[in-house]
């Protein structure tokens, strides 16, 4: 890894080492709303777990998802770069007597790391809400590629590149129809195909803003297929009938705009 790459890493290293406590303790052990109705659904839906499969969790948090696939019998080890999400993650699973899944630090940019999480292989991969966070993809699609038993499956969910950016302002607006005053949520988009990181609050009131790294679907995919895989699946979940007046900006309010992009990877040929 470049010098630079080195430095942007540790910095987005050290701003989660100083989010997590606080973030586990704001979406608690079960994850919020966003994980619990959009994000684990899907990855769930196209992960298509057997009871026994073992499954590596890149980045894994507090282990919520990581809890929810043992929960149906599958294997799992799971990493993250932060220590204190670790050992969290840890804490809650103890608490639920939960045993068929094992937590390692381990960093997602550095291929070595990963790919010595365990000398056997894998039936899937899952990266949970976190390859946005990433100063790099390739070291782990290249270690996910070598682990992956064939008919592996890689799954993953990232904020949607096209409409939770920081090109984006949403807006309220409203407006007479017929002579009906009604109230419309939309997005403006600014800019979308330049790749660029910047820093932003996942979390309002999170003690440190990290770092996002934003790349449009042709960057994002187009490193999958530089790792040699094929994309098999996709879903691009909203929230609807969860409408919340009360909160005029939340992505309750806008039902026809997904704020995640979820998406099966596989290797040709398996």
Same mark, same amino acid.
């Given at each position: 890894?470049?010098?630079?790459?080195?430095?942007?890493?540790?910095?987005?290293?050290?701003?989660?080492?100083?989010?997590?406590?606080?973030?586990?303790?704001? $979406?608690?052990?079960?994850?919020?709303?966003?994980?619990?109705?959009?994000?684990?659904? *899907?990855?769930?839906?196209? #992960?298509?777990?057997?009871?026994?499969?073992?499954?590596?969790?890149?980045?894994?948090?507090?282990? +919520?998802?990581?809890?929810?696939?043992? =929960?149906?019998?599958? &294997?799992?080890?799971?990493?993250?770069?932060?220590?204190?999400?670790?050992?969290?993650?840890?804490?809650?699973?103890?608490?639920?007597?939960?045993?068929?899944?094992?937590?390692?630090?381990?960093?997602?940019?550095?291929?070595?790391?990963?790919?010595?999480?365990?000398?056997?292989?894998?039936?899937?991969? $899952?990266?949970?809400?976190?390859?946005?966070?990433?100063?790099?993809?390739?070291?782990?699609?290249?270690?996910?590629?070598? $682990?992956?038993?064939?008919?592996?499956?890689?799954?993953?969910?990232?904020?949607?590149?096209?409409? +939770?950016?920081?090109?984006?302002?949403?807006?309220? %607006?409203? %407006?007479?129809?017929?002579? @009906?005053?009604?109230?419309?949520?939309?997005? =403006? &988009?600014?800019?979308?195909?330049?790749?660029?990181?910047?820093?932003?609050?996942?979390? &309002?009131?999170?003690? %440190?803003?990290?770092?996002?790294? @934003?790349?449009?679907?042709?960057?994002?995919?187009?490193?999958?297929? *530089?790792?040699?895989?094929? #994309?098999?699946?996709?879903? %691009?979940?909203?929230?609807?009938?969860?409408?919340?007046?009360?909160?005029?900006?939340?992505?309750?309010?806008?039902?026809?705009?997904?704020?995640?992009? $979820?998406?099966?990877?596989?290797?040709?040929?398996?």
């Amino acid at each position: 890894m470049p010098d630079a790459s080195k430095h942007l890493n540790a910095a987005v290293r050290a701003a989660w080492e100083s989010n997590a406590e606080w973030w586990d303790d704001y $979406v608690g052990r079960e994850g919020n709303e966003f994980h619990r109705l959009l994000v684990a659904p *899907a990855q769930m839906r196209l #992960l298509a777990l057997t009871l026994g499969e073992r499954v590596l969790e890149v980045a894994c948090g507090n282990g +919520q998802f990581a809890r929810e696939m043992a =929960r149906t019998g599958a &294997i799992v080890v799971a990493s993250d770069f932060s220590e204190k999400f670790v050992e969290r993650a840890r804490r809650h699973t103890d608490a639920e007597g939960i045993e068929n899944v094992e937590f390692h630090v381990a960093d997602a940019t550095d291929e070595a790391q990963l790919r010595a999480l365990s000398a056997e292989p894998f039936d899937a991969a $899952v990266c949970t809400m976190a390859m946005m966070d990433m100063a790099e993809l390739a070291p782990m699609l290249c270690a996910i590629r070598s $682990v992956l038993r064939p008919g592996g499956r890689f799954v993953f969910s990232v904020t949607h590149p096209c409409f +939770q950016t920081e090109g984006a302002r949403m807006f309220v %607006e409203r %407006e007479d129809r017929d002579g @009906e005053v009604v109230t419309v949520h939309g997005l =403006r &988009i600014s800019k979308y195909l330049t790749p660029e990181a910047h820093r932003g609050l996942g979390i &309002i009131g999170q003690p %440190e803003p990290h770092y996002y790294f @934003e790349r449009p679907l042709s960057v994002l995919f187009g490193e999958c297929f *530089a790792a040699g895989f094929v #994309l098999d699946g996709l879903a %691009e979940p909203s929230f609807v009938g969860h409408e919340a007046p009360e909160r005029p900006l939340s992505w309750d309010n806008y039902p026809e705009i997904p704020p995640v992009l $979820v998406a099966r990877l596989r290797l040709p040929g398996t």
